[in-house]
């Protein structure tokens, strides 16, 4: 089956997993807020991320940088001059675009009309127009030769392409004029980059060690319409790994290995990721590669690793003017450590997520919407149902949700038909339903139910944490 992306807002909003920002207000745009389950679903995430990157590393530490960083710090990332999108407008709609993005919308076009030599062709020059001096001027020379239309109103009446930067400005301090502009971090590496002396200081760190960060980035995009894949504030798990120079590409092959293995084992199916190769690299990388994931919307990417050489640092050094050296004790040298680094969007894990589990089935000739989430990531973990409102019934269920809750998140719904409240929970994506009923009462038992097999087993209620527990550590993950 394939999943709409229309079917993943519609369940999003309608369960509380993620709303439009300041919906009342008619929202704004590619901004979004996390209703109680995507909260939890985003928590579980982050923290399956932290535990696999900083606990399970013994020489990777974490750091939780200022969203707002001395201005000069992207001038020397690059960012003030070259972080930047090209668009163009179509004169006839007012609709903005971005021009690679128009011109890899017609290679498709040309690929779906088998004329691959032309795709083939008109891809080479989209690369060499994005790595020129002026690719403003490429493009825009591409989407004439190529006269591509606008896909709204079809016309071909196009603006020049402009370079548009994606960071967002700010004033510190009382005065709004030019010497008090600051940038909301468009990214969370740099917050890493210049710590990298009191970080290595205080945790004692040797090369090869690693940092690791979760937050917030703000980018300007322009093209967002595509719920929270691209969205303008959205956080960042990001670990840049700083090594001595030569040593980078066996650390960045390790890398790529442990990454994709952390994607399957937070349950996404093995067959909806690959690896995508970079056409070309950054004029300072000298390997990198996404991982990416087949969306509604096509094969994106998710997470991409990069080997950075070492010029992140070395900029730094320049234009701070201290050293961003390091003195390796065993070799008695003094260098710059090269960096591979791993950043992958939250966000778009969680939407990831939603798509890989969704799924819509027939049960007894009725649809059922179920989220199958790997049980480590679902929002709830089990939910506690007393089939009816009385002859104790509640009472029993609230002593195993009491049990329960020490472990897991855990819900209790006592309202409505029991089918109904099964349906509710596969919605939500809880994994687990122990449901207590009369026959509780007379022997101490009550059912479990499974989601995905939708099973039900009687097991002892002293039993019932145990057998969740034994579930999840024995979980096996769709292929
Ligand atoms: P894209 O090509 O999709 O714009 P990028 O190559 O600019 O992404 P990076 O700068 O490498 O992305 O950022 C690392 C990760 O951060 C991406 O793999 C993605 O998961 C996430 N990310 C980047 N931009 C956004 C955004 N606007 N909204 C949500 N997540 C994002």
Request: proline letters at 4%.
């Amino acid at each position: 089956m394939s999943v709409q992306l229309d079917s993943i807002i519609s369940l999003s909003k309608r369960r509380g997993f993620i709303f439009q920002s300041s919906e009342i207000y008619g929202g704004l745009g590619a901004t979004y807020d996390y209703g109680p389950l995507g909260v939890e679903l985003k928590r579980n995430v982050k923290e399956s991320w932290w535990r696999e990157m900083v606990y399970r590393h013994d020489n990777i530490e974490g750091v939780d940088a200022a969203i707002l960083m001395h201005p000069t710090v992207w001038k020397a990332s690059g960012h003030v001059d070259a972080f930047s999108d090209p668009l163009i407008d179509d004169k006839q709609s007012k609709n903005r675009y971005r021009a690679d993005q128009l011109i890899e919308g017609h290679i498709d076009r040309l690929k779906k009309k088998g004329k691959d030599d032309k795709a083939e062709d008109v891809h080479q020059r989209l690369v060499a127009a994005l790595h020129a001096d002026e690719p403003a001027k490429e493009l825009y020379q591409i989407i004439m030769d190529e006269e591509i239309r606008s896909p709204d109103s079809g016309a071909f009446d196009w603006t020049e392409v402009r370079q548009f930067n994606l960071m967002f400005t700010t004033h510190v301090g009382p005065v709004a004029d030019q010497e008090s502009v600051v940038y909301l971090r468009p990214e969370t590496a740099q917050g890493i980059f210049v710590n990298f002396h009191n970080v290595r200081e205080t945790a004692r760190l040797q090369v090869p060690f690693g940092i690791a960060q979760i937050g917030k980035a703000f980018r300007n995009e322009i093209v967002a319409r595509q719920f929270i894949f691209r969205m303008r504030e959205f956080e960042q798990m990001e670990m840049q790994y700083f090594v001595k120079p030569g040593d980078q590409m066996e650390a960045y092959e390790e890398w790529r290995e442990k990454r994709l293995a952390w994607h399957h084992g937070i349950g996404v199916r093995k067959s909806k990721l690959r690896w995508k190769e970079h056409d070309k690299l950054a004029h300072y990388a000298d390997a990198a590669v996404d991982v990416a994931y087949e969306f509604p919307i096509g094969w994106q990417e998710v997470e991409g690793i990069h080997s950075r050489t070492d010029y992140d640092l070395s900029r730094h050094q320049e234009y701070s003017g201290k050293k961003m050296e390091y003195f390796d004790p065993q070799s008695n040298e003094r260098f710059i450590p090269y960096v591979v680094e791993t950043s992958i969007g939250l966000d778009r894990t969680v939407l990831m997520l939603i798509c890989d589990a969704y799924r819509e089935e027939e049960v007894n000739g009725e649809k059922r919407t179920v989220l199958k989430f790997h049980p480590g990531m679902a929002p709830i973990t089990t939910a506690v149902l007393p089939l009816v409102k009385k002859d104790g019934m509640p009472e029993v269920a609230h002593q195993i949700e009491d049990d329960l809750r020490g472990r897991y998140n855990t819900f209790y719904d006592e309202k409505g038909a029991i089918g109904r409240r099964y349906r509710r929970m596969d919605e939500a994506g809880t994994p687990f339903c122990i449901t207590v009923d009369g026959q509780t009462l007379e022997d101490d038992t009550v059912t479990l139910r499974e989601r995905d097999s939708m099973e039900q087993v009687r097991i002892d209620k002293s039993r019932v944490v145990e057998a969740v527990t034994d579930r999840i550590s024995n979980w096996e993950a769709a292929e």
